[in-house]
């Protein structure tokens, strides 16, 4: 059986890294609805956790409607 759980820091990755989970949802700001974490953080959970890690790719919060300008220069 598959077991994630989202988290938002590092901190929060280590915490969980010992509750029984197969991997973990990884995203920064919360607030915005989660986003890319860059990559020195998404390295350290990385090296932390023996979980599997899968990192959200989105570049900024808010909605998923992004414009041809946000396509072309992102």
């Known amino acids: 059986m ?3 759980i989202v988290v938002y820091n590092i901190e929060s990755a280590l915490r969980r890294r010992r509750v029984g989970l ?3 949802n990884f995203a920064i700001t919360r607030v915005e609805g989660g986003t890319t974490p860059s ?3 998404i390295e350290a959970v990385r090296q932390n956790v023996s979980l ?4 959200m790719i989105r570049p900024r ?3 998923f409607h992004y414009t041809n300008y946000e396509f072309s220069h992102e």
Do not use: A, N, P
Request: aromatic content about 12%; charged content about 20%; glycine content about 24%.
């Open 39 to 41: 990559f020195g953080v």
């Open 61 to 63: 919060g808010g909605d």
């Open 22 to 24: 197969t991997g973990l």
């Open 52 to 55: 599997d890690v899968y990192v």
């Open 2 to 4: 598959t077991i994630e």
